[in-house]
Nanobody, 115 residues
Framework: QVQVVESGGGLVQPGGSLRLSCAAS????????MKWYRQPPGKQRELVAG???????NYADSVKGRFTISRDNAKNMTYLQMTSLKPEDTAVYYC?????????WGRGTQVTVSS
């Protein structure tokens, strides 16, 4: 059974940092692309960052230079290190696995950036 579980969200002040974690089980993790999405209040879900099986990464323009995606294939984990957080980063953050035509979403973790 495939499971994707995010953790690490919370309340942080502007300028602060958080690290989100995504644990994936029930898959051949090293074959999968892993992506982080977010959905701000009242807005559509958007792609934040992705990392493919080779370790190649891509980022939304709004987070370039502030967020870093990484993966640990030995632990079946993906991470999103977020720095210099802004109020507009407030959203529910979701992890997604992708392999060929299959994908699986986690339930999300809330990140709130506020003073």
């Amino acid at each position: 059974q495939v499971q994707v579980v995010e953790s690490g969200g919370g309340l942080v002040q502007p300028g602060g940092s958080l690290r989100l974690s995504c644990a994936a089980s029930g898959i051949e993790f090293s074959l999968y692309a892993m992506k982080w999405y977010r959905q701000p209040p009242g807005k559509q879900r958007e792609l934040v960052a992705g990392i493919d099986p080779t370790g190649s990464t891509n980022y939304a323009d709004s987070v370039k230079g502030r967020f870093t995606i990484s993966r640990d294939n030995a632990k079946n984990m993906t991470y999103l290190q977020m720095t210099s957080l802004k109020p507009e980063d407030t959203a529910v953050y979701y992890c997604k696995t992708e392999y060929r035509m299959t994908s699986r979403w986690g339930r999300g973790t809330q990140v709130t950036v506020s003073s």
